[in-house]
């Protein structure tokens, strides 16, 4: 029997709605000073009654900064980023997991460590492989002195330099993002927790590793999956550092690219209002894909702590 106590309850109550306010209020001044006037957002204090420019300066926000384009370049980089670190952490968990094999602790252990890697020390090495994909086939050529044997056997002089920039692509958005050292550990934390049982079971029938993966592993963790793809697609739609560095076509940045430009600059007009209506616009989609799937969210975290 649970005992309620008044005044435990009561502060517990006063600390959530702290809480509520802490995360609610800068929202509310955001939408306030977004439907208001360049004059009256400069007013000090701010007024605390909404305006009634709210949907022109949202239409301001959308043209200025093509936000129909920006819009649909986040929507798949966070889908490709969502779905190929889903992807990859489920496989190599499975690996890990099920698979005996040298080294296999080792290899789980490197994975780990990288959490520990700051994002500064990858910038460069991860650009250098976005700029020239074909990079590690090209040190190929050169050790192996390809060039050279084909002059030799041919007799014409051709210098061979493989190439494949993926700068402002999708790819080069994606790719570089879909290894997940927690999203790995997490998953192989699940099926740790799978009785050893069915996999006897599946290899007595006769079945496959991966149809063992199919039927069996991947449908226990459809709420695993749920609830993880929500932090991913905001992981993937709130990126920022990435796409700055990978962009040089406005029509291949993000949303929050886009939000960036909006802000405005000591040169500029001080359209904060513009900005404002267009920081609630850029945070709408992860607010919407939060609210629809709430129910598998809290459903994978509370199957996961078991």
Not at 215 to 239: D, E, V
């Amino acid at each position: 029997m649970v005992e309620r106590a008044p005044v435990l309850d009561g502060i517990c109550h006063a600390i959530l709605l702290v809480g509520v306010a802490f995360v609610c209020v800068p929202l509310y001044l955001a939408f306030v000073a977004g439907s208001l006037t360049i004059a009256e957002v400069q007013q000090v204090p701010l007024p605390w009654l909404p305006g009634d420019q709210f949907v022109q300066n949202l239409r301001t926000a959308w043209t200025q900064a093509n936000f129909g384009r920006l819009f649909f370049n986040s929507f798949i980089v966070a889908a490709g980023i969502t779905v190929g670190k889903i992807a990859v952490s489920l496989l190599s968990a499975f690996a890990i997991t099920y698979f005996r094999f040298r080294f296999r602790m080792t290899a789980f252990w490197l994975i780990f460590v990288s959490l520990m890697l700051p994002i500064e020390v990858r910038i460069s090495p991860t650009y250098e492989s976005v700029a020239n994909a074909a990079l590690p086939l090209q040190w190929l050529v050169e050790a192996l002195h390809l060039s050279s044997v084909w002059n030799a056997i041919t007799g014409h002089t051709i210098d061979i330099q493989l190439q494949w920039n993926m700068v402002d692509t999708y790819p080069g958005l994606i790719l570089p993002l879909i290894a997940s050292a927690s999203a790995t550990f997490l998953f192989r934390q699940f099926f740790l927790t799978v009785p050893d049982e069915l996999c006897e079971a599946a290899r007595i029938d006769g079945a496959s590793p991966m149809h063992f993966f199919w039927t069996i592993l991947l449908p226990l963790s459809r709420s695993n999956i749920a609830a993880l793809a929500i932090i991913l697609f905001l992981y993937g739609w709130n990126q920022y550092l990435w796409p700055l560095l990978f962009t040089t076509d406005k029509d291949m940045a993000t949303a929050v690219i886009g939000l960036k430009h909006l802000i405005p600059r000591a040169d500029s007009q001080p359209a904060w209002n513009v900005a404002m209506s267009a920081a609630l616009l850029t945070m709408l989609p992860p607010v919407v894909v939060v609210v629809a799937l709430q129910r598998s969210f809290v459903k994978g975290l509370v199957d996961s702590s078991k």
